[in-house]
């Protein structure tokens, strides 16, 4: 198995000192750079918009793999491209449309992905997954980091892997939420690609020790 694509959330930085936190995500093994977009409508809680994003993505040196929490996203898909992202990720639960939203998305030269809160069935993506990049599976109900890991997400994992092989897909499944060195290596084994992890690394003592940790988990 190939190593683990690991997305530290900066949810979790120092909103103060970002530049240094990000400087110190370029020196790590850290793939992504996972930027949650919240407007406390979609989640009970705002974080930040547009031009943090485009601040966070002068100094970053990986990807930005941008999760909008914000209901009818389609207003700033363009916005947030322009702002920087290589990634962006809706909410099943925000989209009416999800089939056009995430053309709309790849009409940017964005990678596309869909975010599923822990309570929505991963079997409703069969009929649209050729056409995902990249799942994320909520561990925690999203709006806060810092949250504990929902044991029911392993069984979604090994769900929505099934239903990528079934379908010949390949798209990429990412676990966001209460995410550390105790559940990843049986979320890898369930099937999991990409790993966000916010307050496990930001909090840790020794960030870029810890995101190495994580980068080497090996199966
Ligand atoms: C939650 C966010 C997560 C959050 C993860 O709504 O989508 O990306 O930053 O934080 P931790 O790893 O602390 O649960
Ligand atoms: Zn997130």
Redesign the pocket.
């Known amino acids: 198995m190939s190593a683990p694509i690991i997305a530290p959330?900066i949810?979790?930085a120092d909103f103060a000192n970002l530049q240094r936190d990000i400087e110190m995500l370029n020196e790590s093994q850290a793939d992504w750079i996972?930027v949650?977009v919240?407007d406390g409508v979609f989640?009970p809680n705002i974080s930040f918009g547009q031009p943090v994003v485009e601040a966070v993505y002068k100094h970053a040196k990986k990807p930005l793999d941008v999760?909008l929490?914000i209901q009818d996203p389609d207003r700033y898909l363009a916005a947030f491209r322009n702002a920087g992202a290589a990634n962006i990720s809706v909410h099943y639960e925000a989209c009416n449309h999800l089939h056009r939203t995430l053309q709309a998305i790849k009409a940017l030269d964005c990678k596309a992905g869909v975010?599923v809160n822990p309570h929505t069935n991963v079997q409703l993506l069969e009929d649209t997954i050729k056409d995902i990049d990249l799942v994320i599976i909520?561990s925690?109900?999203?709006?806060?980091?810092?949250?504990s890991f929902i044991e029911n997400t392993y069984k979604k994992v090994r769900q929505l892997k099934e239903i990528i092989v079934e379908n010949e897909a390949s798209t990429l499944i990412e676990i966001?939420?209460?995410?550390n060195a105790h559940n990843a290596p049986a979320l890898l084994e369930a099937g999991a690609d990409v790993l966000?992890?916010?307050?496990?690394?930001f909090k840790s003592v020794d960030s870029v020790g810890t995101i190495a940790e994580l980068k080497g988990i090996n199966l």
Do not use: K
């Open positions: 959330s949810l979790a996972h949650d919240m989640v999760h929490m975010a909520m925690v109900n999203p709006g806060f980091g810092g949250q966001d939420g209460g995410v966000v992890a916010g307050s496990f690394v």
